[in-house]
């Protein structure tokens, strides 16, 4: 689920350049790695954790309705 978090926001993200540079990350040997080192190099450091933030409730959420049902 984390690397679809990760892929998801990518198609966020405006600038061509740093979408670029994302997307080589998450096709590296080491994806979460070098996705989170561009992105805390990024001005989108604060949009990415608001994004994964948003996205780890939802499931969260989601788990819980199954339990719960």
């Known amino acids: 689920d984390g690397y679809r ?7 966020t ?5 740093l979408r670029d540079r994302l997307l080589e990350a998450l096709n590296s040997k080491k994806p979460f790695r070098y996705f989170r080192a561009t992105v805390e190099d990024s ?7 608001d994004f994964k933030d948003a996205r ?3 499931w969260l959420l989601e788990m819980l309705a199954r339990v719960w049902d």
């Open 56 to 58: 780890m409730k939802e």
């Open 13 to 17: 993200v405006e600038d061509e350049q």
């Open 43 to 49: 001005p989108l450091r604060d949009t990415w954790y």
């Open 5 to 11: 978090i990760m892929e998801d926001f990518i198609f």
